[in-house]
């Protein structure tokens, strides 16, 4: 007769659960898959370590119940965070922008733009129909990239379907500031040959390849520029966002529990202020690493090297979070660590997810320093650190230190996220490179922005922005712009029924009264029934057009308001408002106040 199988008993089940289950805490969602394509599984086994780590790993990690002797391993922080210059409130939102977005910068970008462009149009020599605007092209100048971007920048806070509308001329969703700065075929030239790397200097595809070639320079650049003006504070988070792109990248991610599950994965080192110190694109797996250690832990492991030496709190979620990793951290970059983890991470205490806990209730072990915790709440939180003592929970707590202070200090990338996102460009575009760029571009503007907060220059974001917008497109020195074809047509539409007409009576020149002269003419406007001088004829008429029956409004808004006296003075205080509103830069609005009834009076004088 065949034995029998024995059953499992309870315990035995849950613990055979657990192990298979995946933690989920926090803003934990970084499960997913890590591979140099989009995938589901991860294709690596995350608790290979090299065999020769420690050879006294046995000794190092012999877990036991801790006693009220045992102290974490902390680390005294030597750091000297802030600014790394002094800065005045004469300095301005470009001034901080400019730290990163240098001259040399924007030069090698020009350079780069104008290269491409000549590349494209030499491989396109006879265009015509649509594109035929591009043969007009001319070599972009680093003052005209600088209004290109600020225009860029403006558009995350005017939100509208396409790019076209932002130079349309429809009265309801007319932005006319996008027609002074630029016309709209240069941006969308600019925009479509925007290039960042000479497509002539593509490397060898071999082992050690450069998936980020084309954006390397720019890359490189800023994430040098942001640790050579800020040294971050003692706390710091290193944890993974998503650049939405579902566009053809060899290194795209799928990442099911992010908001933005398809798109470019970058890691992120960031402190309380939201700035980010360091970043790095995953590109896949990488070859050349030591293939005995996972691609977390190498993330953090070559990041970390920024911020070494100094006494920083690393937080991170169970995504890097290992024994291992601690251990290298705190031995060799002077470093204290506090994570959740995988309770089926190697050398992780396995006695410490046994056995079922209610509500409220801890477990917790030591070994050289580090505390591994296990703490019931909604479900089973696994956490591990150097930097705490194993703690001793009061009647009154509800959740132990160690809970609290990694809720307090994991958010900063994600803060970092969020606020680079307030008003981010955000449109589809087939070249991840760009899409990568703008990224860059809101996230630069986010690190000047909390420079130029920690020197209480300007504390508001959005204001912030808006200023560096200004002095990026050099909104002072706007002049009139000139009008376009359409609204050529609209001023003839005005002009062509007023016609002067001599009446052989003269008359104050209605000009010439609102500048406090003393003219009279015999030629009136028929249709206005104003008399002008032959010469403040068209200056006049320029005055109204195209808002001719607002003016008649403000003529109403006059003679309604202004009471008690003659005819005559009555109609010079109404010139006297069309001489302020179109010189003065008074709002027409200003004048238009409403009746007994609520509404405006409105004459209709023709």
Request: charged share 30%.
């Amino acid at each position: 007769m065949a034995p029998r199988f024995k059953g499992l008993n309870q315990d035995e089940i849950n613990n055979l659960l657990r192990d298979l289950e995946e933690e989920t805490f926090a803003d934990t969602d970084s499960e997913c898959s890590d591979t140099e394509e989009v995938c589901f599984n991860q294709s690596f086994n995350e608790d290979r370590v090299a065999d020769d780590f420690k050879s006294n790993a046995s000794n190092l990690f012999e877990w036991r119940q801790p006693t009220e002797h045992d102290k974490a391993n902390l680390l005294t922080f030597t750091g000297k965070p802030g600014i790394k210059s002094e800065f005045s409130e004469t300095h301005l939102a470009v001034d901080f922008f400019k730290l990163y977005f240098s001259d040399e910068l924007f030069k090698m970008l020009t350079r780069e733009t104008n290269r491409y462009a000549s590349q494209i149009l030499e491989l396109r020599p006879d265009i015509s129909g649509k594109r035929k605007h591009e043969s007009d092209w001319t070599p972009v100048t680093s003052d005209e990239l600088q209004k290109f971007l600020g225009l860029v920048l403006l558009m995350g806070h005017v939100e509208k379907d396409s790019i076209r509308d932002y130079w349309s001329t429809d009265d309801l969703t007319d932005t006319p500031i996008f027609r002074k700065i630029m016309s709209r075929d240069r941006f969308l030239m600019i925009l479509k040959f925007l290039h960042f790397e000479n497509n002539k200097e593509k490397p060898d595809k071999i082992m050690n390849y450069d998936r980020l070639w084309k954006i390397r320079n720019v890359f490189d650049h800023l994430k040098t520029a942001y640790k050579q003006v800020y040294s971050p504070a003692e706390e710091l988070a290193i944890d993974e966002i998503i650049v939405k792109f579902k566009g053809r990248v060899i290194f795209r991610q799928y990442i099911p529990k992010k908001r933005k599950q398809w798109g470019i994965k970058l890691y992120k080192i960031a402190d309380k202020e939201g700035y980010t110190y360091d970043m790095e694109v995953y590109l896949g797996k990488d070859k050349s690493k030591d293939p005995n250690f996972s691609a977390s832990y190498n993330v953090v492991k070559e990041m970390s090297g920024t911020i070494r030496d100094k006494g920083h709190k690393l937080f991170m979620d169970n995504f890097f979070s290992s024994p291992e990793l601690f251990v290298y951290l705190l031995n060799e970059n002077k470093i204290n660590s506090c994570g959740t983890i995988r309770p089926n991470r190697k050398h992780f205490p396995k006695d410490v997810s046994r056995g079922k806990l209610n509500r409220g209730e801890t477990t917790v072990r030591f070994t050289n320093g580090m505390t591994a915790l296990r703490w019931k709440d909604k479900r089973d939180v696994f956490m591990l650190s150097n930097m705490h003592n194993p703690m001793v929970i009061a009647d009154d707590q509800t959740k132990p230190d160690i809970i609290t202070c990694y809720n307090k200090n994991m958010g900063y990338v994600d803060l970092s996220d969020r606020m680079a996102n307030s008003y981010t460009f955000g449109r589809r575009t087939l070249k991840w490179t760009k899409k990568l760029f703008f990224h860059l571009l809101d996230l630069t503007v986010l690190n000047a922005y909390i420079l130029s907060k920690i020197s209480n220059i300007e504390k508001n974001h959005k204001v912030f922005r808006m200023n560096l917008i200004r002095e990026l497109i050099h909104y002072s020195d706007l002049q009139a712009p000139t009008l376009s074809p359409s609204s050529r047509k609209k001023q003839c539409k005005y002009l062509c029924s007023h016609f002067p007409f001599d009446t052989k009576k003269r008359r104050r020149c209605a000009v010439c009264s609102a500048k406090g002269l003393q003219r009279r003419s015999t030629v009136i406007c028929k249709a206005c029934d104003v008399a002008l001088c032959m010469n403040c004829f068209e200056a006049y008429h320029t005055i109204l057009c195209p808002h001719l029956h607002l003016i008649w409004r403000i003529q109403n808004r006059a003679l309604f308001a202004i009471t008690n006296k003659t005819d005559k003075n009555r109609m010079n205080n109404i010139l006297e408002c069309q001489y302020i509103t179109k010189y003065q830069s008074i709002s027409l609005a200003d004048f238009l106040i409403p009746d007994e009834k609520g509404s405006v009076p409105v004459c209709d004088r023709n």
